[in-house]
């Protein structure tokens, strides 16, 4: 069964670049793996998706290797705001219905210092 | 927009009481589902439903109920709460299927003694 594994939290400062790893073994060759922001006493917001190679949107950006065992976030240039919980996403097949079953890591801690 | 919502925000129920927690979108989305979060476990999900009249198990379906009879509402029901269903349980909503950019309510917090 697929499973997501993050650092479960990290420190930096403002203005640096963050990188948030996640590893996900047997996740299926054309699924996407989508990366979330949670802020407290909020629901998930979704930040950035991506297939393969590196994606890259107004707010970050997305590594995701050729054999597709992890994908890292990067948050560039860190603001205070940006102090929150991030998790991947991914899913696996074999149990969960006719969509398989998403899989959220258990979330990695980003507190930003001035 | 009102986007996804929940109601209620809050609530405490004793072992051996039913409820029921309401989600509702107005996006037109074909997918919706149910996610639990308690501390240092992420959200699991529960159940979920690919469009009105489907609906199928995520990874903690036992004592949780769904039904799907519109596109807009998805609740989700505790038939006879159990002190291990305390948790903060959010409905999202998205666009073709769960891997899709999902649209999350502000969560319900439920509290079973």
């Known amino acids: 069964l697929a499973k997501t594994t993050q650092p479960i939290s990290m420190d930096s400062y403002e203005g640096q670049e963050v990188n948030i790893t996640c590893s996900h073994n047997n996740i299926a060759t054309n699924d996407y793996i989508t990366w979330y922001q949670q802020f407290p006493s909020q629901g998930p917001r979704f930040i950035i998706q991506g297939y393969k190679t590196k994606v890259t949107n107004e707010v970050a950006s997305l590594f995701i290797p050729a054999d597709r065992k992890s994908s890292t976030l990067s948050l560039p240039r860190v603001s205070l705001s940006d102090t929150a919980v991030y998790y991947c996403?991914?899913?696996?097949w074999g149990y969960g219905g006719s969509q398989g079953n998403l899989i959220f890591g258990k979330g990695t801690k980003l507190s930003v210092k001035p | 927009n009102a986007g996804v919502t929940q109601t209620p925000k809050f609530q405490v129920l004793k072992t051996g009481q039913s409820m029921t927690l309401q989600c509702a979108q107005d996006m037109n989305h074909e997918y919706m589902s149910w996610y639990r979060q308690d501390p240092g476990m992420g959200l699991r999900l529960i159940h979920y439903?690919?469009?009105?009249?489907?609906?199928d198990q995520g990874e903690v379906p036992n004592g949780y109920n769904v039904s799907r009879s519109t596109t807009e509402d998805f609740p989700l029901r505790l038939l006879s709460a159990a002190p291990s269903q305390t948790s903060v349980y959010f409905c999202?909503?998205?666009?073709?299927?769960?891997?899709?950019?999902?649209?999350f309510g502000p969560g319900t917090r439920l509290t079973v003694t």
């Open positions: 439903s690919v469009g009105a009249g489907i609906t």
């Open positions: 999202a909503s998205s666009r073709g299927e769960g891997l899709n950019e999902q649209y």
């Open positions: 996403l991914a899913r696996t």
